[in-house]
């Protein structure tokens, strides 16, 4: 499975967009492209997934370049609430392994 | 729906004990996963199941097995506890096909002394 690069961090003001951002650059293509987020210390969350065309759903919206070597997960009003450790996941179709990283912490200030 | 539900919440074992983590799944998914969690790291695969019947090892096998009589259960079994198997231990499950992602307990803490 190809590998993933994430910020260790982020801060971002209440109300405002959150842009999180990840490289794969050795994505295949067949390799989807998954968003998960762990709020504390709870089971992980998913968000969001897509191949090659953006995607939007109630929870955030996927921004994948189109040499598909990076994406952005974008909350467009973070709340507190949204304040999680976000792992960006890259994996095959119908794969059943998620390679976890250690993410992106993202904190959301108020 | 009560989705993934994980039992018990909290375990502390001795070493060299047995016992078995629960999960139950109440959507019909056909594909159930256990993780674990270490401090500071993210989730590693110990198994994985495709349906009733059907179970592979993931990355970190070593030490649990695992049974898949039900769609609906999943449970992990620990066969003789190691300090090393202090975790945060998760099941998943998802339903075939691409367009879903897993849906994740809410985690049994395990310590073993």
């Known amino acids: 499975d190809a590998k993933t690069t994430q910020p260790p961090s982020m801060d971002c003001a209440e109300g405002r967009a959150a842009n999180l951002p990840c490289n794969h650059s050795?994505?295949?293509?067949?390799?989807?492209v998954y968003w998960y987020r762990q709020i504390h210390s709870q089971g992980p969350q998913y968000i969001i997934h897509g191949l090659k065309n953006n995607e939007t759903n109630e929870m955030a919206s996927l921004i994948i370049t189109e040499d598909r070597k990076s994406s952005t997960l974008i909350l467009p009003h973070a709340t507190l609430r949204d304040t999680a450790v976000y792992y960006c996941i890259v994996s095959p179709t119908g794969a059943n392994n998620l390679f976890f990283g250690t993410g992106t912490r993202l904190t959301v200030i108020p | 729906n009560a989705g993934v539900t994980q039992t018990p919440k909290f375990q502390v074992l001795k070493t060299g004990q047995s016992m078995t983590l629960q999960c139950a799944q109440d959507m019909n998914h056909e594909y159930m996963s256990w993780y674990r969690q270490d401090p500071g790291m993210g989730l590693r695969l110990i198994h994985y199941s495709v349906g009733a019947g059907i179970t592979d090892q993931g990355e970190v096998p070593n030490g649990y097995n695992v049974s898949r009589s039900t769609t609906e259960d999943f449970p992990l079994r620990l066969l003789s506890a190691a300090p090393s198997q202090t975790s945060v231990y998760f099941c998943?499950?998802?339903?075939?096909?691409?367009?879903?992602?897993?849906?994740f307990g809410s985690g049994t803490r395990l310590t073993v002394v």
């Open positions: 050795t994505i295949s293509g067949n390799e989807y």
């Open positions: 998943a499950s998802r339903n075939r096909g691409v367009n879903y992602g897993y849906t």
